[in-house]
Structures are given as structure tokens and as C-alpha cells.
């Protein structure tokens, strides 16, 4: 999360408008939402890597491990998919089967071809989300936000949960330091031990901050609102061509 939020502020694209940056990688995950073609999810993963690694200077080892926890999500999703189970005898289109008592796994060619694409689009879609992440400020998304009137309950209560985040982080890391130099974490009795202390003691600390920062919003005049601006929010003409023209190049595999 510290990472993310430090090249978010030290982006190479800081200087450009966050509106654009933020619309450019809305009408991308737009596009990947709309396209059925792997054509198409290459294409705006190519773009969004590249943008994001040369143009926005983020690190090329660290963006790869930020890509490892969604992988990991979709391969245990996609499984369900590819693998499939039924009764003897097997279908006959699929790929693999193993036979088990009376059932069959099996994989079929259907399930490799819906797995494959559902695992580019996955992939394209997430290269959208860390191009806006990496590049935009998590208080600009705010502005963002509030400026295409978004509930303000939902902009309060974002901004709370991601202060909060690094509240948690921090309380959690200094606590671990702490039992590792007790010796803590040495086999798997202790693991689950410390394991478990660790995360009782951060919940409760969490529930006393949490209420002490409320108390210090309310001495400071918080009214149940987070004042934000959102000046320059309509794109000029120029940009909608652009966008339009932009969606329309991801699109064109999915006609032929």
C-alpha cells in the first residue's frame, strides 16, 4: 500500500490533469468491459504497461509484484472453470479426463477457451485499475469522485477506511517486531499464538483510535462532510475525440 501511494505522488505523469488520467483509464476498463476479443485485451494491456512503466516510471519488478495478487485470485478462480466434473462416460469434446469410481474430471475445450479469455480480460482490466492507481493520488479519486456527484457518504467513508489502512499497517508492523524479538513466530504453536494476539491487540487498538480520531474530527468542526474540489471536470472537445477514437481502435477486433 506504501508503495503504491509513494509512486502515485512521484508519478511522471503528476503534471497531467488527474481528471484525463483518470478518464483515459476509465474508457480503457470500459473497453475491456464491452470487448469480447483477446485481440483487444492484449492491446490495452500493452498500452497500459507501457504507459505506466515508461511514461508513468514505475518499476518494472514492482509492478509485476503487484500484478502476483490478482493473478493468484484468478488462478483459483479459473479453475473451477477449466475443471469440470460428471458421470461416466466423458464428453466428447474434452481436452483431458480421469476417471474416478463412477465420475469423470474433465477438461474441455469450451471451458480452456472461456477460461483464456476470461483470464485476459481479468489481466487487461487490472493493467487499468494499477494505471489509475499508480499514477493518481488517492484524495484526487476523491475530487474525482465528488465531482460526477458521487454520495458523499461513500467519499467520507473511503477516505476514513484508507487512513485507517495505514493506521492498522502500522500498529501491526511494530507489534510483529516486537513478539519476533520475543521469540515469537519460532514453530507453528507459537505462530499461531502470536498469530492470534497480534491481531486481537490491533483490533482493539483500531476500535480506541478510531473513536479518538472521530472525537478530534468533531473538535475540528467535522460535520459529516469532507470538503473537496473538483474544479476542470468536464473534458474539452478535443479529449472526447480522442477517447472516442480510443474506444472505438479497441473495439474494431470484435468485428471481424
Do not use: H
Given at each position: 500500500m506504501r508503495d503504491i501511494d509513494q509512486y502515485a505522488y512521484t508519478s511522471g505523469l503528476k503534471e497531467l490533469s488527474f481528471q484525463r488520467r483518470i478518464r483515459f483509464g476509465g474508457t480503457a476498463l470500459l473497453a475491456c468491459i464491452?470487448?469480447?476479443?483477446?485481440?483487444?485485451?492484449?492491446?490495452?494491456?500493452?498500452?497500459?504497461?507501457?504507459?505506466?512503466?515508461?511514461?508513468?516510471?514505475?518499476?518494472?519488478?514492482?509492478?509485476?509484484?503487484?500484478?502476483?495478487?490478482?493473478?493468484?485470485?484468478?488462478?483459483f478462480g479459473v479453475t473451477g472453470i477449466i475443471v469440470n466434473i460428471s458421470g461416466l462416460p466423458s464428453p466428447p469434446n474434452c481436452v483431458f479426463s480421469w476417471e474416478i469410481g463412477?465420475?469423470?474430471?474433465?477438461?474441455?475445450?469450451?471451458?480452456?477457451?472461456?477460461?483464456?479469455?476470461?483470464?485476459?480480460?481479468?489481466?487487461s482490466a487490472v493493467s487499468c485499475f494499477y494505471f489509475i492507481i499508480l499514477t493518481t493520488p488517492f484524495r484526487e479519486m476523491l475530487c474525482f469522485l465528488h465531482?460526477?456527484?458521487?454520495?458523499?457518504?461513500?467519499?467520507?467513508?473511503?477516505?476514513l477506511i484508507y487512513q485507517f489502512i495505514f493506521l492498522l499497517m502500522e500498529m501491526a508492523v511494530i507489534k510483529m517486531k516486537s513478539q519476533l524479538c520475543r521469540g515469537g513466530y519460532r514453530n507453528i504453536k507459537s505462530f499461531s499464538r502470536?498469530?492470534?494476539?497480534?491481531?486481537?491487540?490491533?483490533?482493539?487498538?483500531?476500535?480506541?483510535?478510531?473513536?479518538?480520531?472521530?472525537?478530534?474530527?468533531?473538535?475540528?468542526?467535522?460535520d459529516g462532510h469532507i470538503p473537496l474540489t473538483s474544479e476542470n471536470l468536464r473534458p474539452?472537445?478535443?479529449?472526447?475525440?480522442?477517447?472516442?477514437l480510443f474506444f472505438v481502435l479497441i473495439m474494431i477486433p470484435n468485428w471481424f
Open positions: 464491452c470487448s469480447q476479443s483477446i485481440i483487444s485485451f492484449a492491446v490495452v494491456f500493452a498500452i497500459m504497461f507501457f504507459i505506466t512503466i515508461f511514461k508513468a516510471g514505475i518499476y518494472w519488478a514492482d509492478y509485476i509484484r503487484f500484478m502476483i495478487l490478482p493473478v493468484c485470485f484468478l488462478f463412477n465420475y469423470c474430471l474433465f477438461i474441455s475445450e469450451n471451458g480452456l477457451s472461456l477460461a483464456c479469455r476470461l483470464i485476459c480480460k481479468s489481466l465531482g460526477i456527484r458521487c454520495p458523499s457518504i461513500l467519499i467520507t467513508l473511503s477516505m502470536s498469530f492470534a494476539m497480534l491481531w486481537g491487540s490491533v483490533f482493539i487498538q483500531s476500535c480506541l483510535k478510531s473513536e479518538w480520531v472521530y472525537k478530534s474530527m468533531l473538535t475540528r468542526g467535522y474539452d472537445l478535443k479529449e472526447v475525440v480522442q477517447l472516442l
